[in-house]
């Protein structure tokens, strides 16, 4: 889900696609009405909160000082120039950057924003001579601003850390030699290391002949897909029990998880209803609110008898801070994207804004069932041998020969079984893809594998293996079937309680299953 963007940049005119929920949109134009998202709230939030808000700091200082001297400790020397001097010097901090705003939004065409509202309230505040009124309003915007950034700093990092979880560094092979270099500074053509257990970073290509990825941080299914050579592989993938090597074929900042990270960051294409409204409305609120200040200042001269023009200036600059619609504007973009960034911090991914709204309609809950339901993790079910077999020495050597093997079921085999009997001896070893595997123990012959390995070998059995609900790992001995093993999932432990409670807001709860569970049912 994704890295913080170290400038603050106008995103005004980027298209931004998005990721998890459903059918694509038309995208609506940015400049539907007034824009505030042309303004990115991050506002450098990286860093400490003191260097953050240091800029208001100084300002509140310098301010609090000035009407100090104004009304508790008169100076002498604290009038004319210097006096508007300090309270210029007082505004700087925190007007300057909503100056370099109003100016670049008047360049961008649009002229009537907040921020040139802001400019127009507080400069005309310091024409009729009121200086602490000018650095206060400026003041009190620009620490809302910061705290919206943070807001929307936080919402990112939580997308961040939901999505983005690829290492930093990964060992590359030159001349044979694993050597540990930063992600991002490996280069197309470069060969991955990947050891058990590990991330992978980049998207690739398998070099070895096979090996099993959990991936789940891209697809949501815990079961693990098993690659073969020349398969592509994606960063976030985490491989099996082998080491297994990949060409680089992306850079770092092109994987499918850097893009699903951005889509989702950037999930402010897919408007809600409500958004798209109060921008056009905005668009059209906005120069009306300058009109009437205008107004205000200006047409009571008509009909005034003791009209004086400094007093309605200050009206027209009061009431052009109080109809600001910073706030309007703001609000309820805002109010969608924390929505979005507090969902992902709960595990839960947004396309848009659009989808927030859509959820609350939503009368049909399906839920996947591995990895959502269940753990995802597999374990032996149960042991079938039969009696003319004896069942230690089977599971002895099905243990040894599925050792052989990186396929997550074996895994769940041996942690069922346990440690591996070294005086088993195996000879011939050979795996059959798609079947399971063959090998030679004191001159007779092993199968491990589906019920198709046994059709192969012509090995017959008295079961029906479409009746057996969960996977089935099938064994033959000496030329006859021995028995069975099966493998699941197990179902969460919060499982019943969640279906509980969607039962009780009065959802429909649908899980897709097995047919083989169905009909077992």
């Known amino acids: 889900m994704i890295h913080q963007d170290k400038e603050v940049k106008s995103t005004k005119n980027k298209a931004k696609p998005s990721c998890c929920c459903s059918h694509d949109e038309p995208v609506h134009s940015e400049n539907d009405g007034h824009d505030h998202e042309g303004h990115d709230h991050e506002h450098n939030?990286?860093?400490?909160?003191?260097?953050?808000?240091?800029?208001?700091?100084?300002?509140?200082?310098?301010?609090?000082?000035?009407?100090?001297?104004?009304?508790?400790?008169?100076?002498?020397?604290?009038?004319?120039?210097?006096?508007?001097?300090?309270?210029?010097?007082?505004?700087?901090?925190?007007?300057?950057?909503?100056?370099?705003?109003?100016?670049?939004?008047?360049?961008?065409?649009?002229?009537?924003?907040?921020?040139?509202?802001?400019?127009?309230?507080?400069?005309?505040?310091?024409?009729?001579?009121e200086y602490p009124e000018g650095v206060a309003v400026m003041l009190f915007y620009t620490i809302g601003e910061t705290f919206q950034g943070m807001a929307v700093n936080r919402a990112k990092s939580s997308i961040k850390s939901?999505?983005?979880?690829?290492?930093?560094?990964?060992?590359?092979?030159?001349?044979?030699?694993?050597?540990?270099?930063?992600?991002?500074?490996?280069?197309?053509?470069?060969?991955?290391?990947?050891?058990?257990?590990?991330?992978?970073?980049?998207?690739?290509?398998?070099?070895?002949?096979?090996?099993?990825?959990?991936?789940?941080?891209?697809?949501?299914?815990?079961?693990?897909?098993?690659?073969?050579?020349?398969?592509?592989?994606?960063?976030?993938?985490?491989?099996?029990?082998?080491?297994?090597?990949?060409?680089?074929?992306?850079a770092y900042s092109d994987s499918k998880l850097s893009k699903i990270l951005e889509l989702v960051q950037n999930a402010t294409t897919k408007k809600a209803p409500a958004e798209l409204f109060i921008r056009k409305f905005a668009k059209i609120y906005t120069p009306i609110v300058v009109y009437l200040a205008i107004a205000i200042c200006l047409l009571p001269m008509l009909f005034v008898d003791n009209y004086v023009f400094t007093d309605w200036l200050y009206r027209a600059l009061v009431f052009l801070v109080i109809s600001c619609p910073c706030a309007l504007v703001i609000s309820i973009p805002l109010g969608y994207f924390g929505g979005i960034g507090a969902a992902s911090r709960n595990g839960i991914l947004f396309k848009g804004s659009n989808f927030l709204d859509s959820i609350s309609t939503i009368q049909n809950v399906v839920v996947d069932k591995t990895g959502t339901m269940t753990e995802g993790v597999f374990k032996v079910q149960e042991v079938i041998i039969k009696p003319e077999f004896d069942k230690d020495e089977i599971l002895k050597l099905v243990n040894a020969l599925e050792n052989r093997s990186t396929h997550p079921v074996a895994t769940a085999i041996h942690n069922h079984i346990g440690p591996i009997d070294s005086s088993v001896e195996l000879k011939e070893i050979e795996e059959i893809s798609g079947h399971g595997l063959k090998a030679i123990h004191n001159g007779k012959e092993l199968f491990v594998g589906n019920f198709k390995l046994l059709d192969k070998f012509s090995i017959s059995y008295d079961i029906d293996p479409s009746s057996i609900v969960y996977t089935t790992i099938a064994i033959a001995y000496e030329g006859k079937f021995a028995g069975y093993l099966t493998i699941a999932d197990e179902i969460k432990a919060d499982a019943k309680e969640t279906v509980s409670k969607l039962k009780s807001l009065g959802f429909c709860l649908i899980v897709p299953l097995n047919p083989k569970i169905i009909s077992s049912h």
């Open 45 to 129: 939030m990286e860093g400490s909160w003191f260097k953050l808000f240091l800029p208001s700091i100084i300002s509140f200082v310098l301010l609090l000082i000035g009407i100090g001297f104004d009304n508790y400790f008169p100076q002498d020397w604290f009038t004319g120039y210097v006096r508007i001097a300090w309270y210029a010097i007082a505004y700087l901090p925190v007007g300057l950057p909503v100056i370099r705003e109003a100016y670049e939004s008047i360049v961008k065409g649009d002229i009537f924003s907040e921020f040139f509202l802001m400019c127009i309230a507080t400069i005309g505040a310091f024409a009729i001579g």
């Open 162 to 250: 939901l999505l983005d979880q690829r290492p930093d560094e990964v060992h590359i092979l030159e001349n044979n030699v694993a050597i540990k270099v930063k992600a991002k500074d490996v280069q197309i053509g470069a060969i991955i290391q990947l050891k058990a257990g590990e991330k992978l970073a980049l998207d690739g290509e398998l070099l070895s002949d096979s090996a099993s990825f959990n991936t789940a941080a891209l697809t949501g299914e815990s079961k693990p897909d098993t690659k073969k050579k020349g398969e592509t592989v994606l960063a976030g993938m985490i491989n099996g029990n082998t080491i297994a090597e990949v060409k680089v074929t992306t």
